[in-house]
């Protein structure tokens, strides 16, 4: 169904609905008809003003694509879902034209329904008018606005006081199939009832058998459900979401998940100790640089990780590998028995890095589905459990993973690896890990991995806004004020105490005996711990002269050098000719090359920050000489920001046309936009970097999900690679065969994370890490 038929369909069920509740009955019946004559005549005043819109958007959003076998981006990711919003009221009407005459019809209820998606639609008009300020202040192929002023903050502003709770009452989930939308119901069901109970310091397990009791009604209230969903996510901390996601951690629904996945022979929980080794230089094997145990914010201490292997293989029943295993409890995880057979070590070898925000889950959460890929892979997978913020900020995470990943390569014999092959593989914050392990790998001059595969990776951790990150709307497991939590806790720059909340109160809530009045919630303090980092620096060392390193690694690590980032996390540069000091250990750190969380160490005056590099080295744009067609397509739909009204004085401009105003909250968010340095910095933004340290990457296969707020991220970080000629494949998870029901086509298919979790479970995930598998 094209867009003109789509519109014309709602405009003739909306007017014959209207005209049939307008005879005028009386009583609750005659209130519910007006209400429902009401909702259809907004429902037709909103799409009178959308459908021009989409019609522009349809005709441009193309241009912004990775490539025109890949029609992604988040404008297009916009118009689908309001197309799909759409087709709901259109099949709601439909349904009310077939069923309004029958005895059992329920005109109250059906009224709720159709003034929910009113509002939804009042919400989608107000996001794609920023949508299409987007489209005035970007650039031509960008879909970032690179600034966390103007624009981004206004997003930020709208955010903080647009009504959300309409997108998780009635409409919850509706831009998905029908399929997911149950599971997404019971996430926000168990979520509300979940932050009705928590408390500070109180087990997961704990909270949610209170939750249990609690929860009835949010299931049978849509509107009450809606109202909780966003007091909890506009105002509860990182502590509560941590706590929340890590219900899977607990050790009966762990257990439950190990006993209906596949069974592995070897399932190792590790704990490595922090000892100072070297490894040899990959341009020059006589040259071997020092790596030392990671010490940003905590100190030193053992990096955890998870062995899975679904042979056993040689070494991976070794005293020193046992003497590193640490106690989980329950069952033995290494399984022994008098027939199990031995292989030879595979000479492939995955890492991977989990999700969760970089707050929360560990390899336990993840396990299921490396145990499937163990099996169909036919390799061992180390898992790495690094240290989660807000206790341990950037950039402990990548300093444990790093770590993790040049212990694998010394300690190859006791994985069952030979050493030959290695991928690095991650979701959301871990396909972040992936990509700045391998620029450190890069940076320190040690062997880079074969190959990358991330899943929907967070590669701008900036508040710049993005028409895929508009979406953070009306996510269900990603919205704004959550997702902003998290970044800024990575940062270090998160608040350090918990808000205190008074529960909201509506009409909807005064009508209905079912609403009860939460307690505050106690105010608490996150104790951050902010230590003086050590100053260890890893230093190279050869007995003899080096070779000359080749021209590829020497460029990345001079481009690293040359740098200079703006952050607290950057050492003063260091020599880096290894004629220098030619009877002597030979230093081949340039400056990241050190201990990226140094704070001894002050910024050089004359170091430039990194958005006063020239524009070549970090830009986002790949078309010098624009179209001038493509310049008046956009033009079309692009609109500046608005007038305001003559004589008056706000705080903010107007952020949308005169006459038109999307519906507030009750209760406003408290968001900031935060300008710290620490989330420009490459390692944290691998976005942000210079393509001089892009080029040193291997091949990066980037899986994304079309309704996912990541979604930008992705297409531009797989736009950078590709403009530098670095080998980049770009794919999204399928879904023709879960698309809507009622002839929608891919307009409410799922592309969510747990979609691209099942895509990477099946058997595409083989030929995503074909390579490891390559002369296996």
């Given at each position: 169904?094209?867009?003109k038929?789509?519109?014309a ?5 909306c007017?014959e609905n209207a005209a ?10 005659g209130?519910?008809?007006r209400r429902?004559v009401?909702a259809?005549?907004q429902i037709?005043?909103h ?6 819109v989409?019609?522009g ?10 490539d025109p076998h890949i029609?992604a981006n988040?404008?297009?990711?916009l118009?689908?879902v309001?197309r799909c919003c759409?087709?709901h009221?259109i099949h709601?009407?439909?349904?009310i ?5 029958s005895?059992?019809?329920?005109a109250a ?16 008009r107000a996001l ?6 987007m489209?005035?202040d970007?650039s031509?192929g960008?879909?970032?606005f690179?600034d966390?002023s ?5 997003f930020?502003r709208?955010?903080?006081?647009m009504?959300?709770?309409c997108?998780y009452g009635r ?5 998905f199939?029908p399929?997911?939308?149950?599971f997404l119901?019971t996430i926000?069901?168990?979520l509300?009832?979940?932050?009705e109970n ?11 058998a209170?939750s249990?009791f ?5 299931a049978?209230?849509p509107?009450?459900?809606g ?6 996510t506009q105002n509860?901390?990182?502590?509560f979401?941590?706590?929340f996601w890590n219900?899977?951690e ?7 998940a190990?006993m ?9 929980a590790?704990?490595?100790p922090p000892?100072?080794?070297?490894l040899?230089?990959?341009?020059n094997?006589?040259?071997s640089?020092?790596i030392?145990p990671p010490s940003?914010?905590?100190?030193t201490?053992p990096?955890?990780m998870r062995l899975i292997s679904?042979d056993?293989?040689e070494?991976?029943?070794s ?10 409890g329950?069952?033995i995880s290494?399984s ?11 000479p492939?070898l ?5 999700g969760g925000g970089?707050?929360a889950?560990?390899s336990k959460s993840?396990?299921?589905y ?5 099996q169909d892979?036919?390799v061992?997978i180390l898992?790495v459990d690094?240290?989660?913020?807000p ?5 402990r995470?990548?300093e444990e ?8 390569l010394?300690?190859?014999h ?10 690095l593989a991650?979701?959301s914050?871990g396909?972040?890990l992936?990509?700045?392990t391998s620029?450190?790998a890069?940076?320190?001059?040690v ?7 991330a899943a ?6 900036t508040a710049?806004?993005s ?5 953070t709307?009306?996510?269900p ?5 959550v997702l ?17 909340v008074e529960k909201v109160?509506t ?5 209905r ?5 939460l307690?505050?919630f ?12 050590d100053s ?16 590829a690694?020497d460029?990345?690590?001079?481009s690293?050098s040359?740098a200079n980032?703006?952050?607290?996390h950057?050492d003063?540069p260091v020599?880096?000719?290894?004629s ?8 081949v750190?340039?400056q990241t090359c050190q201990?990226?969380?140094?704070h001894?160490?002050?910024?050089p005056?004359s170091a430039p920050?990194l958005?006063?590099?020239?524009p070549?080295d970090?830009?986002?744009f790949?078309?010098k000489?624009?179209?001038?067609s493509?310049i008046?397509?956009l033009?079309?739909?692009?609109i500046?920001p608005?007038a305001?009204e003559?004589?008056?004085q706000?705080?903010h401009p107007?952020?949308f046309p ?7 909250s009750?209760?406003?968010?408290e968001m900031?936009v935060?300008?710290s340095?620490?989330v420009?910095?490459?390692f944290?933004?691998?976005l942000?970097?210079?393509d001089?340290?892009l080029?040193?990457?291997p091949p ?5 999900c ?12 797989a736009?950078?690679l590709?403009n530098i000629?670095?080998p ?11 698309t809507?029901?009622?002839s929608h086509?891919?307009t ?5 994370p747990t979609?691209v979790c099942?895509?990477l ?8 890490l ?6 296996s």
């Amino acid at each position: 169904m094209d867009t003109k038929a789509v519109f014309a369909a709602l405009y003739g069920v909306c007017e014959e609905n209207a005209a049939f509740f307008s005879g005028g009955a009386k009583g609750s019946q005659g209130d519910a008809a007006r209400r429902l004559v009401e909702a259809m005549k907004q429902i037709q005043e909103h799409a009178r003003s959308l459908e021009p819109v989409i019609s522009g958007f349809a005709n441009v959003y193309h241009h912004f694509d990775f490539d025109p076998h890949i029609p992604a981006n988040g404008y297009r990711s916009l118009v689908k879902v309001v197309r799909c919003c759409l087709l709901h009221i259109i099949h709601k009407g439909r349904y009310i034209t077939a069923n309004r005459r029958s005895i059992f019809f329920r005109a109250a209820h059906n009224a709720g329904e159709m003034e929910a998606y009113c509002n939804a639609l009042c919400q989608l008009r107000a996001l794609l008018y920023l949508a299409q300020r987007m489209l005035h202040d970007n650039s031509h192929g960008n879909l970032f606005f690179q600034d966390e002023s103007g624009l981004s903050e206004s997003f930020v502003r709208e955010y903080a006081s647009m009504h959300k709770g309409c997108f998780y009452g009635r409409c919850l989930g509706f831009q998905f199939t029908p399929a997911i939308r149950p599971f997404l119901q019971t996430i926000a069901i168990g979520l509300v009832a979940f932050g009705e109970n928590y408390k500070r310091h109180q087990s997961g397990i704990g909270v949610a058998a209170s939750s249990f009791f609690t929860s009835g009604k949010y299931a049978i209230d849509p509107e009450l459900r809606g109202t909780e969903f966003d007091r909890i996510t506009q105002n509860l901390d990182v502590h509560f979401w941590k706590t929340f996601w890590n219900i899977t951690e607990t050790e009966v629904l762990s257990s439950l998940a190990s006993m209906t996945s596949t069974q592995v022979k070897v399932n190792r929980a590790l704990s490595v100790p922090p000892a100072t080794f070297d490894l040899p230089l990959a341009a020059n094997h006589r040259a071997s640089v020092t790596i030392a145990p990671p010490s940003a914010h905590i100190g030193t201490a053992p990096v955890q990780m998870r062995l899975i292997s679904y042979d056993l293989r040689e070494g991976q029943d070794s005293e020193t590998l046992l003497s590193l295993s640490r106690s989980e409890g329950g069952a033995i995880s290494l399984s022994l028995g008098l027939k199990t057979k031995r292989l030879p070590s595979s000479p492939c070898l995955l890492i991977h890095f989990h999700g969760g925000g970089f707050v929360a889950q560990t390899s336990k959460s993840h396990e299921p589905y490396l145990k499937s890929w163990s099996q169909d892979l036919g390799v061992p997978i180390l898992s790495v459990d690094y240290s989660l913020a807000p206790e341990a900020p950037f950039p402990r995470a990548l300093e444990e993973c790093f770590y993790a990943y040049c212990w694998a390569l010394r300690n190859h014999h006791l994985l069952g690896w030979t050493g030959e092959k290695v991928c690095l593989a991650g979701d959301s914050a871990g396909g972040n890990l992936c990509v700045t392990t391998s620029m450190r790998a890069a940076a320190f001059g040690v062997r880079m991995p074969d190959g990358i595969v991330a899943a929907y990776p967070a590669t701008l951790l900036t508040a710049y806004a993005s028409p895929s990150r508009l979406l953070t709307l009306m996510d269900p497991l990603l919205p704004l004020s959550v997702l902003s939590r998290c970044l800024s806790a990575y940062a270090g720059s998160g608040p350090q105490t918990e808000k205190q909340v008074e529960k909201v109160s509506t009409l909807s809530l005064v009508r209905r005996d079912t609403a009860l009045l939460l307690r505050d919630f106690r105010q608490g303090a996150s104790n951050w711990i902010h230590s003086l980092l050590d100053s260890t620096r890893a230093s190279a060392s050869t007995s003899t002269a080096p070779e000359a390193p080749t021209e590829a690694t020497d460029a990345v690590r001079k481009s690293i050098s040359e740098a200079n980032i703006s952050s607290p996390h950057t050492d003063p540069p260091v020599p880096t000719d290894l004629s220098e000091f030619p009877n002597r250990k030979l230093s081949v750190k340039s400056q990241t090359c050190q201990n990226l969380g140094s704070h001894n160490n002050p910024i050089p005056s004359s170091a430039p920050l990194l958005s006063e590099r020239a524009p070549e080295d970090v830009s986002f744009f790949f078309a010098k000489d624009e179209d001038p067609s493509v310049i008046t397509d956009l033009s079309s739909v692009a609109i500046p920001p608005p007038a305001g009204e003559e004589g008056s004085q706000q705080e903010h401009p107007r952020e949308f046309p005169l006459g038109f105003e999307p519906l507030r909250s009750e209760q406003l968010a408290e968001m900031k936009v935060e300008s710290s340095p620490v989330v420009k910095d490459p390692f944290c933004s691998p976005l942000l970097a210079p393509d001089s340290m892009l080029k040193g990457l291997p091949p990066v296969h980037i899986v994304a999900c079309a309704l996912d707020p990541m979604l930008d991220d992705s297409v531009m970080f797989a736009k950078r690679l590709r403009n530098i000629d670095q080998p980049v494949t770009l794919e999204f998870a399928p879904s023709s065969h879960r698309t809507h029901p009622q002839s929608h086509g891919s307009t409410a298919s799922w592309n969510g994370p747990t979609g691209v979790c099942q895509h990477l479970q099946g058997k595409p995930v083989l030929s995503l890490l074909a390579p490891l598998r390559e002369e296996s």
